[in-house]
């Protein structure tokens, strides 16, 4: 029972969404608009897994003294201020609450709400930044691994060469003067597309038929990952 | 030794650089600049090696983004398609006269995301297999006319619109070829070991391809934040 | 140990050291290297000349979070300064929490550019909700459904500009921004089921994989990284709809420069290998 009313539910909105594409009777549309409702509602409840998961796993290292136990702190602090605040002041219009904060301390901001301050000035800055290391290692992964060791490695680091010098102002500048069809933005475009979009269609349909081959299995119950484990 | 005394120096002329900015540029008046300044160089400070500053950056950018996350799915999904619907515009109730279906449509979902919240429990956590059987059975059911049309009808119409061009026909054995190569199912002996051959070029071409733009968006992250710190903070470029 | 040797064993922090130079020096010394617009870009800035001025809207989707800014924060604001300074009216939608926050930040930096463009007249920002496939599709039906309030608790159906906007037959064309697959799914769904007119802009990772899309006309045009910002950015100030500064342009001569050090860093690297690898035999056999 455990797993077969999961597998019916799935078989049954699996088939009624695939057959509903094909039938575009009123009825048919209502149920479809309502069924998508449902799967928003449904999936919004998925975050408090996710909440639920970061905060178990920071207030066991907290209680443990497992290394770096003191860093938990800092997130538990932050996400509660940061909900707080987000929730009681208002996500992108402010509530009564950081009108009267706002006029009463006489806050100068140039964003709406404290929540939009915290993200503009902590959260943007600091994912940027995250993700901005990677340019570091990917120059410093270029030095140590790209190296041209048979022919399809030297396939790869001249079309990435290629590609480097003609997608930048640099690369136009260098060729100018050659023929229109020797200049280096010219060949990226061709490279782009041509070969390369032909292989990347190749795997595109690859992928769409792994997609539509996955989903099938899991209407049809042979896929049953989702379920977890246990019976 | 010979790494302190590195370090030693090259703090000292990052401080010595850091000050002629300072001096010859206009930095930001604004406390809020200087945080977002701050946290940045904190994480950068990683570069040279793990440190407090740097896991105190980390930490604090969790719990920023779950805090925010928090506060959007909040006043976003359960306020926006639950509360208000539920409590405030009450849409079930039209001219007066009280509708079960549209009061139903947000209860039952609702009940069925409430589920999920049965993992918490020991003896009921199975029924989380609810919730996510609908999602997923939906997700799956949603996807495969529109997968099939927009991934593969499509895509072969335009691959079988031959020209007669040298372009045209390396884009066919280009499209053939790659498909060729990702057959498991027969070993790649032979005719279809050759064909997976030149498959594997034309992958190639289209990994060097990425690779090239993956650097160049790479840089492009290390540009903005440049920016932000020349431009916004100290205020030495234009 | 050989010189080429100490070469391959080079600590990486002085890669780290030649990479923050290379993206420092041109900020603080500017080559303005020419930029040339390309097809994909062009087309963008075509479809968007398309939509009539006070007439149904460009969709925005903002489907990215701070982690991809620097590449499609300067799309955002370039197609923002466009449509605002030609009148053209412009809805936003995010299909991440975090891509919410994105629009809104990017509507406050371009907004005191305009203080005639107003909320609820001349844009709308739905704000987020959950469960992308299902958005998109709703979005398809009607946009009340599943935006019954614009992202500031005021109901659409007392915004001056939604009054004639219900689905995607009302909007003239859709312009995707993210870094990840979203794209994708616009076009399954949006694209495929409903026939939306759509563009994308991505970062350059995912540049290179929605060509066959480009080709077969799934997109009508593609701004691809920093670049495609910076080309978007010429053309709009080439018609004169702005004078606000280019992020992406300035950062075009960094982005040469640092092109230039990488490279240089992969030849030396292979030099350095293959140099070693032949060294290393030479003292086997003359060892051996």
């Known amino acids: 029972m455990r797993r077969k009313i999961p597998l019916t539910i799935a078989f049954v909105f699996g088939i009624v969404m695939i057959i509903q594409f094909f039938i575009p009777h009123p009825v048919s549309r209502d149920f479809y608009q309502t069924m998508l409702d449902w799967r928003i509602i449904v999936i ?32 538990l602090i932050s996400l ?65 691994a790209f190296k041209a060791r048979n022919l399809t490695a030297i396939i790869l680091l001249l079309t990435a060469f290629v590609v480097m010098l003609g997608r930048v102002p640099i690369g136009e500048l260098i060729t100018k003067r050659l023929p229109e069809v020797l200049q280096l933005q010219n060949i990226v475009e061709w490279i782009l597309n041509y070969p390369n979009m032909a292989a990347q269609r190749g795997i595109l349909m690859g992928v769409g038929l792994g997609m539509m081959a996955t989903a099938l299995k899991i209407i049809l119950g042979i896929e049953r990952g989702y379920l977890g484990g246990g019976d | 030794m010979k790494e302190r005394k590195g370090l030693i120096i090259g703090s000292v002329i990052l401080l010595i650089i850091f000050i002629g900015m300072l001096i010859k540029g206009e930095p930001s008046k604004s406390i809020l600049v200087w945080i977002a300044a701050l946290l940045t160089l904190f994480i950068y400070s990683f570069l040279y090696r793990d440190n407090i500053f740097y896991k105190f950056a980390e930490h604090l950018f969790v719990g920023v983004s779950v805090g925010y996350g928090i506060s959007v799915y909040w006043q976003n999904a359960f306020i926006r398609k639950v509360f208000d619907p539920l409590f405030i515009t009450k849409t079930y109730i039209v001219d007066g006269q009280f509708h079960l279906w549209p009061l139903l449509a947000i209860v039952i979902p609702t009940l069925m995301g409430l589920l999920m919240l049965s993992i918490f429990t020991k003896k009921q956590a199975w029924l989380i297999r609810i919730p996510i059987a609908f999602v997923v059975g939906m997700s799956a059911g949603i996807s495969v006319p529109s997968t099939f049309q927009a991934y593969i009808f499509e895509h072969t119409k335009n691959t079988l619109y031959i020209t007669l061009s040298i372009s045209s026909f390396i884009m066919i054995v280009g499209v053939i070829t790659t498909l060729v190569y990702f057959f498991f199912s027969k070993e790649h002996k ?4 050759k064909t997976a051959n030149i498959g594997i070029w034309f992958i190639m071409i289209a990994f060097g391809a990425s690779f090239g733009y993956t650097v160049m968006a790479r840089i492009s992250l290390l540009i903005g934040r440049m920016n932000f710190l020349l431009y916004d903070w100290l205020g030495v470029i234009k | ?36 617009v390309t097809k994909p870009v062009k087309d963008i800035f075509d479809e968007v000349e398309k939509v009539p001025p006070e007439g149904p809207p460009l969709l925005i989707g903002t489907d990215y979070a701070p982690s991809t800014a620097p590449e499609l924060d300067p799309m955002l604001y370039a197609l923002l300064r466009h449509c605002f300074a030609t009148k053209r009216r412009v809805m936003l939608v995010a299909l991440y929490p975090q891509g919410a926050g994105m629009a809104q930040a990017g509507l406050d930096n371009v907004l005191p550019e305009f203080p005639e463009v107003k909320s609820g007249m001349d844009y709308v920002f739905l704000g987020y909700q959950p469960g992308i496939g299902s958005v998109i599709l709703q979005m398809g039906e009607e946009i009340r459904r599943v935006f019954p309030t614009d992202a500031y608790g005021v109901s659409l159906d007392s915004l001056p500009m939604m009054e004639y906007i219900h689905n995607y037959d009302d909007i003239a064309f859709m312009m995707d921004l993210s870094g990840s697959s979203v794209p994708m799914l616009w076009v399954m769904y949006a694209g495929a089921r409903y026939e939306q007119r759509i563009g994308v802009g991505t970062t350059a990772v ?22 495609g910002a910076a080309e978007y950015e010429k053309l709009i100030k080439k018609k004169g709809y702005t004078e606000a500064r280019k992020v992406a342009t300035i950062g075009m001569d960094a982005q040469s420069i640092a092109h230039l050090v990488i490279l240089f860093l992969i030849i030396i690297g292979n030099i350095a290998f293959f140099a070693s690898k032949s060294h290393r035999k030479k003292t086997k056999l003359t060892s051996g």
């Open chain 1, 80 to 144: 509660t201020v940061t909900a707080v605040v987000g929730v009681i002041g208002g996500c992108f219009q402010p509530t009564q609450i950081t009108t009267w904060l706002i006029e009463h301390f006489n806050w100068q901001i140039e964003q709406r709400t404290v929540l939009m301050v915290i993200f503009t000035y902590i959260q943007i800055p600091m994912g940027a930044t995250m993700f901005s290391l990677l340019a570091f290692f990917i120059a410093s992964a270029a030095f140590r």
């Open chain 3, 1 to 36: 140990m050989g010189f080429w040797e100490k070469v391959m064993r080079l600590d990486r922090r002085w890669v780290f050291f030649l990479i923050a130079l290379a993206v420092l020096i041109p900020f603080l010394k500017p080559l303005r290297l020419p930029i040339s």
């Open chain 2, 190 to 193: 032979g005719l279809l070991g």
């Open chain 3, 206 to 227: 995912s540049a290179a994989q929605y060509y066959p899309f480009l080709n077969t006309g799934q997109f009508k045009g593609m701004l691809g990284g920093l670049k």
């Open chain 1, 44 to 75: 919004a409840f998925t975050y408090i897994l996710a909440v639920s998961s970061l905060i178990r796993i920071h207030i066991n290292k907290v209680r443990r003294k497992k290394t770096g136990w003191g860093f938990s702190y800092v997130t």
